[in-house]
């Protein structure tokens, strides 16, 4: 049987489209699937499909590719679906047009499927309309009826009748369907959408943070969960928020947690794929919206252990949550009632622990196999009900000749080939150093990377993706005129092999390292190798660590174009920052001196802005040193007795004196004495690798005597250490 999944974009990283993902894989064991994009948007998806499924975009959005379509003449008349709403209301970057309508309607007349699954009210409409009988036509909704306005509900409602069967994700919205549309021949039900079981070690639930993940929009009510924590922040000083996803309410949400003064406790992650590795870090998961049709996100934080507080919305979560695996908020009990489920799971580990565990069990009840051979089960009971007589094939137009000419019989990507692997958006966007004696892209060697224990970091090798011989593990220093590189023999003798990286016995000098397998002593050449997961939770909350007298930490990492890399950090000395105070006129910083051998005492310390436009622009502010009794204990301290904590104040109006730029930027160092180097100050430790994004301090805006309106902010750098940037303020 052939099944094709009619998707507006499949490129991005939504609960429509990672359902899709999900279930199209599950089909593929005993079918002959295709994905359907109306829009292609990029070169690859983020969300990797399975090689088995057939990707077939409809219209090239890629601006600067030949095959563009955004300047189709039928871009500038409307589209004839749902004219007042739905199709033609989509988003900005993705218009609905006469174009939509044809190549949808010519892909629908001339498809061989047997069954066309539609995923949104407006492609439901298309496969009302312009589909055939001689497949099944099934409608998917992935919100819920609540969600649509009137008029796009009743738009759908009206094409719902001319399909075999429409699935809702929940029980309660396919009831309301049902009374709804009481007359209606289609079959309304509920399928799931499957989760599967992600290959991330789950969480220990030792790290104080809670996760939230999804498209930052109001429906989300991201600011009731930023509220509700700002009530608890003070009685658990020790725990953090972090909100994964993107999307239009990220700079009111930006501007909450600043009026809150949560910016060094709660922080906006930006989106990451795969999101298993994010709930992983977590001890508690947070959904806080006013409305889940489903709640994939619930079901994913489950997988990993980690115990969920929802808000009980229309219509999902009650269908997953109960008292046993979770906590469910009345949605009339608002923040106050929010906070107070988050204060009593923050306060109980032995509660995350046993509700997290049950989580697991509740999750496998959503397994993709399970409720592919539930819509399996439709199919055969759909097809054994009286048909229509098939309708006569439309003929195939020279735009979809020419299309379907160009097909793969299989294959991820019908345009072209895209770069392996999948990417994070929320890793550093430096492109990688291309290998200049890499293997053919035929070999793809797949890597799993976990920080281990102790701080280093373990690969797994697919060995169905590796080539074959001796094989051996290569790291490289990129950009290195040394040509760094750590080479480890991959075992013969284990399966799948795996190496592992020791700071204390492999040299890892600061920087990036891009990772490869290579044959040893064959003809195999050097291959990168695609990273499938990269694992840090083990490195939530930790501080470097100290080998061979040089602070040092680990991390591996997805590369903006899906492959492993490393960073990594090397110093003799680092004081790592522990907290910043955003004032009206000045920034105060707390930070912890880590070293080997650094025993001056820092009452002689001084903290040196380094301008980037000439040391005649420096300027210098003292130190206070911490009370020894204020000091934790820590095993980079020599002298545990002798003060490693400081604090410093940085006066905006010091550097605002010495403007001469557009753009000014201070480096932060400490120097201990007047002899020792410069110390970097910074945050290295932890498990973000690039802070820039993660760790945004609140700006402030003052007035320079010649340049105006100028703005000042610390921020932290590429490498992760701080900085203090004042820069114009653009008119208007």
């Not at 055969?380 to 020279?398: D, V, W």
Request: with cysteine; hydrophobic share 40%; proline share 9%.
């Amino acid at each position: 049987m052939k099944i094709a999944f009619l998707i507006n974009n499949a490129y991005g990283i939504g609960g429509t489209i990672r359902a899709t993902v999900n279930l199209s894989r599950a089909l593929a064991d005993r079918h002959d699937v295709e994905v359907v994009t109306i829009h292609q948007v990029s070169d690859r998806t983020e969300l990797v499909l399975d090689e088995r499924v057939t990707l077939t975009p409809l219209i090239d959005m890629r601006t600067e590719s030949p095959t563009y379509d955004g300047d189709h003449p039928l871009t500038a008349q409307p589209c004839t679906m749902f004219p007042d709403t739905g199709a033609a209301a989509n988003s900005a970057r993705l218009p609905y047009s006469a174009l939509q309508d044809e190549r949808i309607g010519e892909w629908l007349r001339g498809t061989d499927a047997d069954v066309v699954i539609a995923t949104r009210p407006d492609l439901n409409g298309y496969l009302a309309r312009d589909g055939q009988n001689r497949y099944l036509r099934i409608g998917q909704e992935h919100l819920s009826l609540d969600a649509h306005t009137p008029t796009l509900r009743a738009h759908q409602n009206k094409a719902i009748a001319q399909l075999d069967a429409f699935v809702t994700v929940s029980g309660a919205d396919a009831a309301q369907y049902r009374r709804a549309l009481p007359d209606v021949p289609a079959r309304i039900l509920c399928i799931p959408n499957s989760v599967p079981q992600p290959a991330v070690e789950p969480s220990d639930l030792r790290a104080n943070v809670i996760v939230a993940a999804g498209r930052l929009v109001a429906v989300k009510r991201y600011d009731r969960l930023i509220d509700a924590f700002a009530k608890v922040a003070a009685t658990h000083p020790t725990w953090s928020l972090r909100l994964y996803g993107r999307g239009p309410e990220r700079p009111a949400l930006r501007r909450r947690i600043d009026e809150l003064g949560l910016y060094e406790r709660a922080f906006l992650m930006g989106p990451v794929s795969p999101i298993e590795t994010e709930w992983a870090k977590g001890a508690i998961a947070a959904v806080s919206s006013d409305m889940e049709s489903f709640g994939m996100t619930i079901v994913e934080a489950m997988h990993c252990g980690v115990p969920v507080i929802s808000t009980d919305c229309p219509h999902g979560p009650a269908e997953i949550i109960d008292e046993t695996n979770g906590v469910l908020v009345p949605l009339d009990a608002g923040v106050d009632g929010y906070a107070e489920a988050l204060d009593r799971l923050m306060a109980d580990s032995f509660l995350r622990e046993r509700l997290g565990a049950a989580a697991r069990g509740r999750a496998q009840a959503y397994a993709p196999s399970a409720l592919a051979l539930r819509y399996e089960t439709l199919f055969q009971e759909l097809s054994a009900l009286p048909r229509k007589a098939p309708a006569k094939t439309a003929h195939r137009g020279t735009w979809w000749s020419k299309l379907r000419s160009a097909l793969p019989a299989t294959g991820r990507d019908t345009r072209e080939e895209p770069t392996p692997g999948p990417a994070s958006a929320s890793e550093p966007s430096e492109p990688s150093e291309p290998p200049e004696d890499s293997q053919p892209a035929a070999v793809r060697p797949v890597a799993f990377a976990r920080v281990t224990n102790d701080r280093g970091v373990s690969v797994r090798l697919d060995t169905a993706s590796l080539p074959p011989g001796p094989l051996d593990f290569v790291a490289r220093l990129r950009r290195d005129p040394k040509g760094r590189h750590v080479r480890i023999p991959l075992p013969a003798d284990i399966s799948p092999p795996r190496i592992t990286l020791d700071p204390a016995e492999h040299e890892l000098p600061e920087g990036r390292w891009d990772c490869y397998v290579t044959g040893r002593g064959t003809a195999v050449k050097r291959a990168r190798l695609v990273c499938a997961l990269a694992e840090r939770a083990r490195s939530v909350g930790s501080v470097p660590t100290l080998v061979d007298g040089n602070v040092t930490a680990v991390l591996p990492y997805t590369t903006s174009d899906g492959f492993l890399a490393l960073r990594t950090w090397q110093r003799p000395a680092h004081a790592e920052v522990t907290g910043i105070t955003i004032g009206d006129t000045h920034a105060t910083v707390t930070a912890r001196l880590l070293a080997g051998d650094l025993r001056r005492p820092l009452y002689d310390a001084s903290v040196i802005a380094v301008s980037r436009q000439g040391d005649a622009y420096d300027f210098t502010v003292p130190v206070t040193p911490a009370p020894a009794d204020d000091v934790p204990a820590t095993p980079l301290m020599e002298e545990p007795s002798r003060p490693s904590s400081f604090s410093f104040t940085l006066p905006y109006s010091r550097a605002l004196a010495r403007r001469s730029s557009a753009h000014d930027v201070w480096d932060l160092r400490l120097y201990v004495g007047h002899v020792s180097p410069p110390i970097t100050i910074g945050r290295i430790g932890g498990d973000i690798v690039e802070r820039k994004k993660t760790d945004v301090l609140p700006a402030v805006d003052l007035s320079h005597s010649t340049r105006g309106a100028t703005r000042a902010k610390p921020f932290f750098t590429v490498t992760n250490d701080l900085a203090l940037s004042l820069r114009d303020v653009p008119a208007g």
